[in-house]
C-alpha cells in the first residue's frame, strides 16, 4: 500500500516541500538581495507574498537562532550575524570544481565536444576545470589556461552580462581580442552580437580562435547574483550545431549558477 502510495504520489508530481520553511527562505533570500541593508516588515511581507502575522511568526523564529536581527528603534529587520559561521563552514569545504564536475560532464557526453569553466580573476578567465566527451578528438587547453577577459566566445559572454557602465569602460579600450587579432575588431558587429547574447542566454565564435573549433559559451554567476565565470563548449560541431548545443549549454550554465547560489527566480532579471 505504501508503495503504491509513493508511486501515486510521483506520477501527479507530489513535490515534499514544507511551506513554513520555503518562506523562510524567501524571507532570507529577500533580505539578502534587498538593495537596502534594512526593511521593514511591510515590505519584506509584500515582498515574499505573505501576511504580516505569518512574516512576524518567521521573522522572530529567525531572530532566536541570529540569522535575523531587528532594529528596536526603526522597527527594520536585516540578516544577522548568525549566518557568519554557516557561509564561513561552506566556503571552507566548497570545492567549486567537484560541485560543477557533473555538469560539465553531463554536457560534454551529450554534446561530444569539451567542456570548460572559466573563472574571472582580474582581467583573466582562468580555466579551472574541463571535461572531454569526445575521445577521438581532444582540446589542447590544460587546467590554468587563461584567456583575456575579451577574447572569442568567453569574452562575448561575459561582456554581454555585465553592468552597462563596465562594458562601456571595456568597449572603449584601443585593444580587444573578441575577433583575436585586434586589428579585426568591428565594433557594430560585436554589438549586435552582445545583444543577440543576451537575447538567447550564450555567445558564439566560429572558428575565430582556432581554425575547425567553433565554441558557445554562457555566463555563471554566483552568490548575491553577481558574474563569477562562464562556461565554455569547443569542439569541432557543425555550424548548424551551433544553436542548440549553445542553448545546453545556457541551460547548463544556469543550472551550475543555482547550485552556486543563485536564486532561480533572479534569472528574469540577470537574462534581461
Known sequence: MAESKKKKEGKSGYKPLVPAVEQASRVLICLGRSQQFKMTLTEICREVGIYKSKGYSILNTLMQFGFVEKDPQTKTYALGPGLLSLSRHLLDHLDIRERVAPFLKELAVDTQSTAL?????????????KHEGNRDISITIRLGHRFHITAGAHGKAIVAFMPEAERRRILSRKKLFFYRDPAHMDMGKLKKELEKCRGQGFSQDIGGLQAGINAVSAPLFGPQEKMVGCVILM??????????????????????????GVDKMAFSSLYS
Open 235 to 260: 569542439g569541432t560541431f557543425s555550424e548548424g550545431l551551433v544553436e542548440t548545443n549553445g542553448l545546453k549549454l545556457a541551460e547548463t550554465a544556469r543550472e551550475i549558477s543555482s547550485a552556486l
Open 117 to 129: 569553466l572559466g573563472m574571472i580573476s582580474a582581467e583573466q578567465v582562468f580555466v579551472v576545470a
